[in-house]
């Protein structure tokens, strides 16, 4: 079982850049999510999605945008890359409601 | 708005004593999770708290919730090695929809 599957791995962008980390779930699950995580800190929600074709931004969602594609893939883009945006990012799934969420690998991203 | 907060940030403990880490919480809720991270990989769910006096246990580790007080406690029994690691709790203030609020983590270190 592959789970929640990240890419890419690891992102230099410069300053103004755009790009889009995709995010894939093979558990059928409803709920995905898009975190960021900075030193020293715990996971912040950017955006993220109860079921196909819904979003909601989170607790810090400026500068960015979502995609729910389809159940499977919830795609996260950053269209003009700040310094501020550097982080690592974390893609996660759920069975909606009270189940535990299942998290990716996670995309190391630095904008200089 | 839901702020969680953990004490300790940092433990260092060695092998074989027993801690608890806290984890406090500022609004109602009755989901409380907690997750594990190890350095440079994702997160990993350890426990899932859906009532008030729920309490999960596996191996040396046991988690508990106290809606009332708006706490809860992982606690380390007999502490070895491998259980080194970032530890975070996660609360949902919002009935289920799983757009979690985590807490600054509990770096724990167990030496020999």
């Known amino acids: 079982n592959a789970g929640v599957t990240q890419t890419p791995k690891f992102q230099v962008l410069k300053t103004g850049q755009s790009m889009t980390l995709q995010c894939a779930q093979d558990?059928?699950?409803?709920?995905m999510y898009w975190y960021r995580q900075d030193p020293g800190m715990g996971l912040r929600l950017i955006y993220y999605?109860?079921?196909?074709?819904?979003?909601d931004k989170g607790e810090v969602p400026n500068g960015y945008n979502v995609s729910r594609l389809n159940k499977r893939e919830f795609s996260l883009r950053l269209e003009s890359a700040a310094p501020s945006q550097t982080s690592v990012y974390f893609c996660?799934?759920?069975?909606?409601?009270?189940?535990?969420?299942?998290f990716g690998q996670g995309t190391r991203l630095t904008v200089v | 708005e839901l702020k969680v907060e953990q004490n300790p940030l940092f433990l260092s403990m060695q092998e074989g004593k027993n801690y608890t880490i806290y984890c406090n919480y500022s609004?109602?809720?009755?989901?409380l999770y907690w997750y594990r991270q190890d350095p440079g990989k994702s997160l990993e769910s350890l426990f899932v708290?859906?009532?008030?006096?729920a309490v999960k246990q596996e191996g040396r580790l046991m988690a508990s919730l106290d809606t009332k007080a708006r706490l809860s406690t992982l606690h380390i029994t007999a502490a070895v090695h491998d259980l080194s690691a970032t530890y975070f709790c996660?609360?949902?203030?919002?009935?289920?929809?799983?757009?979690?609020?985590f807490g600054q983590g509990t770096r724990l270190t167990i030496n020999p």
């Open positions: 996660a799934s759920s069975v909606q409601g009270d189940r535990k969420a299942f």
């Open positions: 558990m059928n699950h409803n709920s």
């Open positions: 999605s109860a079921s196909e074709g819904t979003t």
């Open positions: 609004t109602t809720s009755d989901r």
């Open positions: 708290l859906l009532s008030n006096g």
């Open positions: 996660a609360v949902d203030g919002t009935q289920g929809a799983q757009k979690l609020v």
